[in-house]
């Protein structure tokens, strides 16, 4: 199965120590699609978060897609992950200790 890398956390790996690392699907729009395929992403600064029994992902810049229009998608909107209920909820327990955080490194497509 081919892996196209979209955009890299490189700094990530330079800034925080990394533990353990998860696959995780992301729910995204049409454009936003599109753009990616076209390399216009950017996970610098951004960062996941568990809320309310699901996780997010929030500041992966996706730039609008050029041929798109008026309904366009928010460059920095926040992002659904998909998990499994249960890595979600083991994530959830390791973000409560002290120093741990939800950084991502890498955004793929798969296909």
């Not at 998860?22 to 996970?43: D, H, P, Q």
């Not at 992902?57 to 909107?77: A, C, T, V």
């Amino acid at each position: 199965m081919p892996v196209k890398v979209v955009c890299e956390n490189r700094k990530a790996r330079h800034d925080y120590f990394i533990l353990e690392t998860f696959e995780a699907g992301m729910a995204l729009t049409g454009t936003e699609v599109k753009s990616l395929r076209a390399g216009r992403g950017n996970l610098r600064d951004s960062f996941a978060r568990v809320e309310k029994g699901e996780l997010w992902l929030y500041d992966m810049h996706i730039s609008p897609y050029e041929q798109g229009n008026r309904f366009n998608h928010e460059p920095k909107r926040p992002r659904k992950l998909l998990m499994h209920r249960s890595e979600i909820v083991r994530l959830w327990g390791r973000t409560r200790e002290k120093g741990l955080g939800l950084v991502p490194l890498r955004c793929y497509f798969k296909n």
